[in-house]
């Protein structure tokens, strides 16, 4: 398992070199542990020279598979250190307004309520954190665009749609658009303050794009007040559909242009380390990546 280990290091830092500085063993090591998993394979895992590196295909295929192993054992020791002894200590977690607001409320009082002598401090911002200079044991991020390669753990979680949505008093008052071009005569409600310019980039299921700047009635970080704006018939706002599901399901609001896309985002789980993880961390780690995807669903 340590050959695993360290193959899915290696892959996920994109190089020897960098997954040896997060490991904090000599890459020599790891290329030795990766050599002795490729013989006991009988395949090449990953082609190396002095000036480059790229994981086969095979190597991919393995990967995925190698993930999810040491997934599982890390969860298994999780779970026998929590039930060995009573699980204590602080658990710090980064994460924006909207992800504590609409996916994070309810997982965090379910584990606090498992776990009586855990303590979750939670950093609730909209900016981008150093999670070692911070102190973070980890992050919860969205990201529209694959996150910059780093010496932190990155786990993928979900994909998120977007939608552009109104209350019906709006689109009575002031039209149902049909085409995007449409969009143009609407008032937009904005997530975020700056730039103050807003842009309208949706995609189609075919494929087609659409995008155009316009000038946002409300600009604010906060999507509750974003959706209130919204309900009370200022304008089209494009967010999460999952952080509307009351407001569809009662038809406060309504997709406009639903045929259209307002984006996609991944969510990720962010980590500075595997190694030396706290049990109280890891448990909490393993309870957001097996819960938190459900929470996106966009059930209605």
């Known amino acids: 398992m340590n050959d ?5 290091h290696v892959v996920e830092k994109k190089g020897f070199a960098p997954a040896g500085r997060a490991l904090n063993i000599p890459k020599s090591r790891l290329s030795r542990h990766i050599s002795q998993l490729e013989d006991q394979l009988g395949v090449r895992l990953i082609q190396r020279t002095s000036r480059q590196f790229k994981v086969t295909g095979i190597g991919e295929t393995f990967y995925h598979h190698a ?10 020791n999780a779970a026998i250190e929590q039930n060995s002894k009573i699980l204590t200590g602080k658990v710090r977690v980064s994460c924006s307004v909207g992800m504590a607001q609409f996916a994070l409320s309810q997982l965090v009082i379910r584990f606090l309520k498992a776990h009586p002598d855990v303590e979750i401090i939670q950093q609730v911002t909209n900016q981008p954190v150093d999670l070692i200079d911070s102190g973070v044991d980890m992050a919860i991020r969205g990201h529209t665009s694959p996150l910059p390669d780093s010496t932190l753990i990155q786990r993928r979680l979900a994909s998120v749609t977007w939608g552009l949505l109104a209350s019906p008093s709006y689109l009575e008052h002031a039209g149902t658009p049909m085409i995007p071009e449409e969009l143009e005569v609407h008032a937009g409600l904005m997530l975020g303050w700056r730039p103050e310019i807003g842009h309208w980039e949706l995609q189609a299921s ?12 409300l600009c604010s970080e906060d999507m509750v007040t974003l959706k209130q704006a919204a309900s009370a018939g200022l304008g089209i706002v494009g967010l999460p559909l999952y952080t509307c599901r009351d407001e569809l399901r009662v038809k406060r609001l309504v997709r406009v242009l639903p045929d259209w896309t307002a984006g996609n985002a991944d969510i990720s789980l962010l980590m500075p380390s595997r190694q030396g993880v706290p049990p109280a961390v890891s448990l909490f780690a393993n309870f957001l990546r097996d819960e938190l995807p459900n929470n996106f669903a966009e059930k209605i």
């Open 4 to 8: 695993y280990y360290f193959f899915v």
């Open 206 to 217: 075919d494929g087609s794009t659409f995008t155009k700047t316009y000038q946002p009635r």
């Open 67 to 76: 993930r999810k192993a040491v997934d599982e054992i890390e969860a298994a």
